[in-house]
Each structure stands twice: as structure tokens, then as C-alpha cells.
């Protein structure tokens, strides 16, 4: 996060963004749930440019076995970032910042799944970034919680996440690459719109206690909009799967 080079303008006159959107305007979300056969559960998630998929594998046996826990199950996330998902290739493998949001994804999701239900298992979350373009920590998140709802896994809730941010001195939701770049604060969170519960803050950058407060309220109202989303990914998920069971059923009865 540097200053704005000056031939770059994140916000015009009319309070508008580089991509056309207001300060409290999100960028378009998809997701589609249940998108792999071997995988217990799966999402593939479109935020703007970001494309990215979920597997879940598990509960299942903990290995290596010394990381088992005997009263709990353990959630394990790979977040990867593909080479060609950024515009200079990004070497392969786990790097700093990959082991980073890993570890804050894991901890935010072993803090809504029952893991007390799976002694000694451990959950295995695998992130994929397809594409990025800023935001990809919590468009990783969000996929993650429709792909472990859709692999069946008892958890108290969903979590929407997104990251708000600051870019010419103005509060402004859901960043791009440009704003996440040139802007001067990046706050990721992931809330649980039910009961306000916040399951991921970081910050990157300074925003002063009424920047913060107007943040929130951004996040607030993003994570019930990014809720509803997941919701209905699954809700179609699901439709589908009724649908091809009274298939089969009928086919049965022809038979
Ligand atoms: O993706 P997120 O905003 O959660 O994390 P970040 O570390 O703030 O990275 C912001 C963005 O920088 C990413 O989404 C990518 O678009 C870009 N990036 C990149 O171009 N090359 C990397 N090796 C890492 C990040």
C-alpha cells in the first residue's frame, strides 16, 4: 500500500470509483455451490475479477497424527494463489502471505463449525485463486463456508466476508486491485450478520475511530447482502440434488 502516483485518480469529483461504483457499492458476487464430484464439498465463488473454488474433504482421520486433537476436530486450510492468477506470475507454492491467510481462514472457520462433534479429525479446506484482483482472503472465506455447509459439516452459521477500505481519504467498500494498490487501508472482516459476531479483523494501514465506525457499517450491511448469496447457492444446490433424486425415483417406478 503506497501513496496514489498522481496520474492515478481512485475516486472522481462525483464521489465515483475507477470501476463505476459508489463508496458503499459492492462488486458483483456469484456462487455456485457444489461444483466438484470428489470433493465432499465445494463452491466456486465471482466477486468482480476474483474467481475462486473451495473443496472441503472431511472430517477425516488427522494426519499427521501428532496434530490430532482428541476432544476436537481440527480445520485445515490451504489457501494458493495459481501462478497465472496475477499479472506478474506469482511463484508457486507456499509463501509468507499464503501461510498468513491460511491460518486466519482456519481459525475464523474452527470458530463456527462444531468441532467437538469430530474428535481426533481433522476438516481439510483447499482455496484456490484463480484469478485476483483484491479481496481474495475473503472471497476465499466466503467460498470456504458454502463449501463446508454443502459438504455437510454441522457449523452455527455461514460467514460472509469482505474487506473495506480506504482510497483518497474516503471510506470505501469491497476494494479492487487498484484501490487495495494505491489506497491507504485495508480491512478485512467476516461477520456473521445473525448475531453480529466478527470472526476475522485485520487491518493494514490507519483509519481513525470514525473511519473505523463508518467501516463497520459498511461490512455490516455487505455481509448480509454476501449471506444471501451464499444462502441461495445453496438453496439451488440443494434444489438440484431433489430434482435428480425424484428423477431417479421415477425412473425406479418406470422400471
Ligand atoms: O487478496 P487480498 O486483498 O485478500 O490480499 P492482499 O495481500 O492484500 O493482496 C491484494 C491483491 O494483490 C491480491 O488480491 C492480488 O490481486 C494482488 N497480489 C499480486 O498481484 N501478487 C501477489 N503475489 C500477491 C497479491
Known amino acids: ?73 481440527i480445520v485445515q486450510c490451504k489457501y494458493n494463489m495459481m501462478s497465472f492468477s496475477v499479472s506478474d506470475r506469482k511463484r508457486p507454492g507456499p509463501d509468507r502471505r499464503s501461510i498468513e491467510i491460511s491460518k486466519i481462514i482456519s481459525e475464523a472457520l474452527e470458530n463456527v463449525v462444531f468441532t467437538e462433534n469430530f474428535p481426533r479429525t481433522s476438516i481439510d479446506v483447499y482455496i484456490e485463486v484463480l484469478q485476483a484482483n483484491a479481496g481474495t482472503r475473503v472471497a476465499g472465506l466466503t467460498a470456504a463456508s458454502v463449501a463446508l455447509a454443502d459438504a455437510g459439516i454441522p457449523m452455527k452459521d455461514l460467514v460472509p466476508a469482505v474487506a473495506v477500505g480506504k482510497a483518497e481519504g474516503q471510506i470505501v467498500l469491497d476494494l479492487n486491485k ?37 467501516a463497520l457499517g459498511y461490512a455490516k450491511k455487505a455481509c448480509q447482502e454476501i449471506y444471501e448469496v451464499q444462502k441461495d447457492a445453496l438453496r439451488r444446490r440443494y434444489a438440484a440434488q431433489a430434482g435428480a433424486v425424484d428423477e431417479d425415483d421415477s425412473s425406479d417406478e418406470e422400471a
Not at 179 to 192: H, R, T, Y
Open 1 to 73: 500500500m503506497s501513496g496514489t502516483p498522481s496520474d492515478i485518480k481512485l475516486i472522481d469529483e462525483n464521489g465515483i470509483r475507477i470501476d463505476g461504483r459508489k463508496a458503499d457499492e459492492m462488486r458483483p458476487l456469484k456462487i455456485e455451490a457444489g461444483v466438484l464430484k470428489r470433493a465432499d464439498g465445494s463452491a466456486y465463488l465471482e466477486w468482480g475479477k476474483n474467481k475462486v473454488i473451495a473443496a472441503v474433504y472431511g472430517p477425516r482421520e488427522c494426519h499427521p497424527r501428532h496434530m490430532q486433537n482428541p476432544a476436537k476436530a
Open 178 to 214: 487498484e484501490e487495495d494498490n494505491f489506497g491507504s487501508a485495508d480491512l478485512p472482516i467476516a461477520m456473521i450478520p445473525r448475531t453480529g459476531e466478527v470472526l476475522l479483523m485485520q487491518m493494514d494501514g490507519h483509519m481513525t475511530m470514525e473511519e473505523v465506525e463508518i
